[in-house]
């Protein structure tokens, strides 16, 4: 009988910018998919040919200061 594949992280990170389609960020990444290396999750899924783009958002941090973030999505 044959083992069913557990999903990678990279798998996992797809997934979530498939349902949520303003992005994910560092911080989402660690929370929801368990990956602590989201830089190197994008790299391993644009290097399957998934096209993603990023921008810069401002959040807010737990201690009140704003700061910059790279968010990544699912191309258009």
């Known amino acids: 009988m044959g083992r069913i594949k557990k999903p990678t992280q990279a798998d996992r990170i797809y997934e979530y910018m498939k349902n949520h389609k303003r992005g994910i960020t560092t911080l989402q990444a660690v929370r929801y998919c368990g990956c602590l290396d989201l830089q190197g999750r994008i ?12 921008e810069y958002i401002h959040v807010v941090t737990a201690c009140g200061e704003q700061v910059r973030v790279k968010q990544y999505r699912l191309a258009e």
């Open 43 to 54: 790299r391993d899924l644009k290097e399957r040919g998934i096209k993603i783009s990023d």
